[in-house]
């Protein structure tokens, strides 16, 4: 496996690397390097995750009132609720991050993007926003877009997001490595430090603002978003993303917890051979998570693969391509 | 867990191709929690219900008051649209596990979630 220079390095942002894993099957990458990272970095995850996207915000309050969804790959389910006239089903592999949906309210499940658990053609629309590129083989992610055009009826649109390989300024990637791993570090920050065991803290009900951050003593970097979450003196959280377009935002914390966030990260980080930085020396895990970063048109490529459905719009945004398909 | 979801959800396991809907739920615990009722989305949902599976599935949880078949004016029945809205969209289940009618297979639900993953061997 390899490992990140930098990741040693708490006062380094963690850089994207190669995912060099000859030895694993797509299926052993994406458990290792997918589902348990965000396991295991689902509340910190949640926390930096409440800002819809416009382009989804638009596709979703255009739908008809009364129509119904599926949110592939929910997350904290995040653009569940955008649109209240709409009824949206989410699912996750993660079921920490699936808790943090329902206790929100919304309608949500654990399963397989490969496996969905629905009736043929019954949903009127679906999302699955920053999801594909989570899978490790073109298969995979061919499988993955098929499934998604299984469970939505005829002249359904779909909006899929993912990661772009041409992406400029607030990241450097090698533009000939297509598949890599981005670091979620966590550093420590020297306040009473939290636990942020299995069970992940919960967020308040149709607040997407309000968010309990279990790792009171962490602070989070993280080179997607580029978010630092830490912990002030008056015992608030804030947010202070280093985009220019968002503004600092606070965030109230419900709950003290008790033991050592930083142990259990540690040994999260440790159990799913992650890159791992002795606690001894710093106390910084750091997840690496798979991404295929896709290249222009690439998306486009394997909608057409699939015979059953027709681009009708394409864009970049945010570093990302997106499309919304129409299905035949 | 809404019971509109599970109408929606059948078993996956591969190979399971007939009679894998609707999944029985056993041992359930249930919960009324009140919510905002919405005309279209009820009328939309006419069209993609499975009624006999829906009216099946809560006789069996003792909730008797859904008319067999579906009323020939159910679009515009306010009476109807109202139970079904309460059953659909108000019921929700907070534990308990489906299980398929064609491989027996058993998904639990837990805290309202329903665990559909399955086993690798399985997908």
Redesign the interface.
């Known amino acids: 496996m390899s490992h990140n220079k930098n990741a040693r390095n708490p006062l380094h942002k963690p850089s994207p690397f190669q995912a060099d894993t000859p030895d694993m099957t797509p299926?052993q990458k994406e458990q290792v390097h997918v589902h348990n990272v965000y396991q295991a970095i689902a509340p910190h995850f949640s926390a930096t995750r409440y800002k819809p996207w416009p382009i989804v915000e638009e596709f979703l309050k255009n739908m008809?009132?009364?129509?119904?969804g599926a949110d592939v790959g929910c997350g904290n389910g995040k653009y569940i609720g955008v649109n209240?006239?709409?009824?949206m089903?989410g699912?996750d592999?993660s079921?920490n991050l699936?808790?943090i949906c329902?206790e929100r309210g919304h309608?949500?499940?654990?399963?397989?993007g490969?496996?969905?658990?629905?009736?043929p053609e019954?949903f009127?629309f679906a999302i699955s926003i920053a999801v594909i590129h989570h899978f490790t083989s073109p298969e995979r992610r061919l499988a993955a877009i098929e499934e998604i055009l299984r469970v939505v009826r005829p002249g359904a649109k779909v909006l899929i997001f993912v990661w772009a390989l041409e992406q400029t300024g607030r990241r450097d990637f090698d533009k000939n490595v297509q598949d890599v791993f981005v670091p979620w570090a966590m550093t420590k920050k020297g306040e009473p430090t939290g636990r942020a065991g299995s069970r992940p803290q919960r967020v308040g009900r149709n607040d997407q603002r309000t968010t309990s951050l279990t790792a009171s003593g962490l602070s989070i970097t993280e080179s997607v978003d580029q978010f630092t979450i830490q912990r002030d003196q008056s015992q608030e959280l804030q947010i202070h993303p280093s985009a220019s377009t968002l503004v600092s935002t606070p965030i109230s914390t419900p709950s003290l917890p008790t033991a050592s966030a930083q142990e259990d990260a540690y040994v999260a980080a440790q159990m799913m051979n992650a890159n791992v930085v002795d606690p001894a020396e710093s106390a910084t895990p750091v997840f690496n998570r798979y991404y295929h970063l896709f290249h222009k048109g690439e998306l486009e490529d394997l909608v057409a693969q699939t015979n059953k459905a027709s681009v009708v719009q394409a864009g970049y945004d945010r570093d990302n391509w997106w499309c919304i398909l129409k299905k035949d | 867990m809404r019971l509109i979801t599970h109408n929606m959800l059948q078993c996956h396991v591969r190979g399971c191709n007939a009679n894998n809907f609707p999944l029985e739920l056993q041992e359930v615990v249930l919960e009324q929690e009140e919510a905002e009722m919405n005309e279209d989305f009820l009328r939309n949902m006419l069209g993609k219900l499975e009624y006999d599976a829906l009216v099946a599935t809560c006789h069996k949880l003792d909730i008797n008051d859904l008319p067999v078949t579906l009323p020939e004016d159910a679009q515009y029945n306010e009476e109807f649209l109202q139970i079904l809205h309460r059953i659909i969209l108000e019921t929700h289940v907070k534990s308990g596990k489906m299980v398929c009618p064609n491989c027996n297979h058993t998904y639990s639900i837990r805290d309202g979630i329903p665990n559909m993953l399955l086993a690798e061997h399985e997908v």
């Open positions: 299926e008809p009132s009364g129509s119904i209240p006239k709409l009824f089903v699912s592999r079921s699936v808790g329902s309608e949500a499940m654990v399963c397989d490969l496996a969905l658990p629905y009736r019954l009127d």
